[in-house]
């Protein structure tokens, strides 16, 4: 059992070690193949030439005495026949100064098992060892004439592999002797050798070879195992990061310097994806938060004015309708808070259709004529308190004249609120960024050529003589001559070229700004969120609902926009910043 586990413990299937070490094994033992086969190769051709050169030199050294006695007429007929018929060589006499042929002869000195033979020049070959029980293989008289004439070219011949008629394999080499024989006559001289001793070399190598091969693959084993181990540390490591990463916990991360630069790049990667799923989770649920707040705020918002119109209600019902002191103050009561839930329907709604990615009907509009149109409202919004206009310069931005005017008014009515009814101030600027960040003011100077027609650039200080200058009346006239139309045709006019100046900048810039109590630094980050509310008891009193902040902020950014605020203004209140896209 304990042996079986060590084996599951070491061996896993499916395991990325495990496939590496095959790999590995098989890549190794693919190389010793391959050395193994060129190995063989080597030999062979190294053991065969060596043997070669070997036949050629003692064909060299064979006696001259030798070669001549073979080369006379009459020898070679007796060696033939000696050769065909044992017992008629051993009878026949010897010839004077001829030595006899045969495993005795000294003059002829050659290892066993070696051929030797003869081919003169009209082809009749012979066996001269004829007693060594080795016959000498015989080619063709076409592959001997073909011999001949490399030899006689000086193109080495070289060695063949024949087989001679007992079946064995013979190493054969061809040599010419020299001219100086008698008549100068030339012998080709054919002496072979059997390939069994050199096959037996090469088998005997072969079977070392493989003996270490096999060693090699099991020491190969044995090393590449702590060494997979060992690299595959940093990606175990991050399978257990994995493991303890969830839902819940997002704050694993990879180390990042292991030392290998895919795994490192896995981690860069891993952290990265870790990262965006934290801030997804986060995002989540913070929009679950708000969702939560939006639907216990709008649920308490909305059942306020309900539960005051049931109470009035109550009371004209027990009575109070017989009264017309109390059933007109009843009446008036349900009157407001039903223009109240009313609003506050129509804020939710607005805000609905801006969450929805809503189609904005753009159009080139001068915004310096759009804000100056917008006076006698502001105006009547203000009351007492002091407006102060800044329109710095011409400005053309494409928008929906309608939306801007909403969020400028959000914002104003913002400052009214927070703002002494008496001594209130709140201040409108309109500038231009040029191309470079900076803020451009000199082409808004040229508008106060439009002051009397527009009102741009003008300043109300005196709010007494504001008063009596814009009447009710004249709101209903100013309304009817500056509308929003008016704003979208001056651009298309363009008599002045202002909008050709306008293109020139960078970004509008619009503030409103006031010299109410501000908004703490803690409440800025989150005015803009829906049904938040800085001082909840204020803006009920003064009948907010907390969505004012919400739909300017949708309608900015719905054109590219974005806004903020600070307390960094020249008046001590709050100071809220558009920044907006130019035409």
Not at 381 to 404: Q, S
Not at 491 to 512: C, H, M, P, Q, Y
Request: with cysteine.
């Amino acid at each position: 059992m304990k042996r079986a586990g060590l084996l599951r413990r070491l061996w896993k299937p499916g395991s990325l070690r495990n496939e590496l070490l095959a790999r590995s094994l098989l890549v190794l033992a693919a190389l010793l193949l391959l050395i193994g086969v060129f190995q063989y190769i080597v030999m062979k051709d190294f053991l065969y030439r060596n043997k070669a050169e070997a036949l050629e030199a003692q064909i060299l050294a064979l006696p001259r005495g030798i070669l001549a006695d073979w080369a006379r007429p009459g020898i070679r007929e007796q060696i033939a026949g000696g050769g065909s018929d044992a017992s008629s060589a051993a009878e026949a006499p010897a010839l004077p100064g001829i030595p006899p042929y045969g495993r005795d002869n000294p003059h002829v000195l050659l290892p066993p098992g070696t051929s030797l033979a003869t081919v003169d020049e009209e082809e009749s070959f012979t066996d001269l060892i004829v007693e060594n029980g080795t016959p000498a293989p015989r080619l063709t008289d076409v592959q001997y004439e073909r011999i001949k004439e490399q030899l006689k070219q000086r193109v080495p011949a070289g060695y063949q592999l024949l087989t001679d008629s007992e079946g064995n394999e013979q190493l054969v080499v061809f040599r010419y002797t020299a001219k100086s024989l008698p008549g100068g006559s030339q012998l080709l001289i054919q002496m072979g050798v059997g390939t069994s001793s050199m096959k037996d070399i090469l088998h005997n190598q072969l079977l070392i070879f493989s003996s270490l091969a096999l060693l090699a693959l099991l020491a190969g084993t044995l090393v590449y195992l702590p060494v997979l181990r060992r690299a595959l540390v940093p990606l175990s490591n991050a399978v257990q990061t994995v493991e303890k990463t969830d839902a819940g916990n997002l704050n694993e991360r990879l180390p990042l310097q292991q030392g290998q630069a895919e795994i490192d790049l896995l981690a860069r990667s891993f952290n990265n994806m870790l990262d965006r799923l934290e801030l997804s989770f986060e995002a989540e649920r913070e929009a679950k938060e708000q969702m939560r707040r939006f639907v216990a705020d709008a649920s308490h918002e909305l059942r306020t004015p309900l539960t005051s119109i049931h109470g009035f209600v109550d009371v004209l019902r027990r009575g109070a309708a017989d009264h017309p002191e109390q059933r007109s103050a009843a009446l008036r009561s349900m009157h407001g808070e039903t223009k109240r839930l009313n609003a506050l329907v129509g804020d939710l709604l607005t805000l609905a259709r801006l969450d929805q990615t809503p189609s904005l009907h753009k159009q080139p509009v001068r915004l310096d004529l759009l804000i100056s149109d917008m006076q006698p409202q502001l105006r009547l919004m203000a009351g007492k308190r002091r407006i102060e206009l800044e329109i710095a310069t011409p400005t053309v931005i494409h928008c929906e004249a309608d939306k801007i005017k909403q969020a400028l008014l959000n914002l104003f009515h913002n400052a009214v609120q927070h703002t002494d009814p008496d001594n209130g101030i709140i201040a409108i600027s309109l500038f231009a960024e040029a191309e470079s960040g900076g803020r451009t003011d000199d082409a808004g100077r040229a508008g106060n050529d439009d002051a009397g027609r527009s009102g741009i650039g003008v300043r109300f200080h005196d709010a007494e003589k504001a008063s009596k200058r814009y009447s009710t009346d004249d709101t209903e006239k100013a309304s009817k001559r500056y509308s929003i139309g008016d704003a979208e045709r001056a651009v298309s006019d363009d008599s002045d070229g202002v909008a050709e100046r306008a293109a020139s900048v960078g970004n509008i810039g619009l503030t409103v700004a006031d010299n109410g109590p501000g908004i703490k630094e803690e409440h800025q980050a989150k005015v803009f969120e829906r049904f938040y509310r800085s001082d909840a008891s204020r803006a009920r009193k003064d009948g907010g609902s907390g969505l004012g902040l919400a739909i300017t902020k949708a309608i900015i950014e719905a054109h590219g926009g974005s806004i903020s605020v600070d307390n960094s203004g020249t008046l001590s209140g709050a100071s809220f910043h558009i920044k907006l896209p130019r035409a």
